[in-house]
């Protein structure tokens, strides 16, 4: 007569400690690389937000010396001002414009915003009577394909 073959109680669960273990650590993995990317969607998001704030600090930067640069008319009483011409450039690169528009675009080129250049991404000042358009365009150095844009418009009024 055979007996069944049975395996000691003690050898029935050698190694599942070293699984559980392994177990532990694909989880422990998973979740640290969900972190990581996490990390490196806040630093973009930082990013983002960093060019959008420049750019709505260059957009009134240009706005104020406009209307500090106001022009004025002579023809009606009292004497009202008007928005200078000179400032309207389509698009507004470091050699064309007035001069404050080409030491504003070579302030932008310095690095306020990245992949600004005379041939690529140039800023857009649109004047009609007293409404200023400000267009400003930029491209995320993080590989992003599209370029990002800000535009502001305005209405100067003169008391």
């Known amino acids: 007569m055979t007996t069944p073959f049975t395996l000691p109680a003690k050898d029935s669960q050698q190694g599942s400690v070293l699984l559980e273990a392994l177990i532990a650590f694909l989880i422990f993995a998973m979740g640290l690389l969900g972190v990581i990317g996490l990390q490196a969607t806040a630093i973009n998001n930082t990013l983002d937000a960093r060019y959008r704030s420049d750019a709505a600090f260059l957009a009134n930067q240009i706005i104020a010396q406009i209307w500090a640069d106001s022009l004025p008319d002579t023809t009606t009483v009292p004497t009202s001002y008007v928005v200078r011409p000179t400032y309207d450039c389509n698009p507004c690169t470091s050699t064309n414009g007035n001069l404050s528009t080409q030491a504003w675009v070579t302030q932008i080129q310095s690095g ?45 009024q003169f008391n």
Not at 121 to 128: E, L, R
């Open 112 to 156: 306020f915003l990245p992949g600004v250049t005379d041939v690529a991404n140039q800023p857009i000042i649109a004047i009609v009577g007293n409404q200023v358009t400000i267009t400003l365009k930029w491209q995320a150095p993080q590989g992003q394909q599209q370029a990002h844009n800000y535009v502001t418009k305005t209405e100067i």
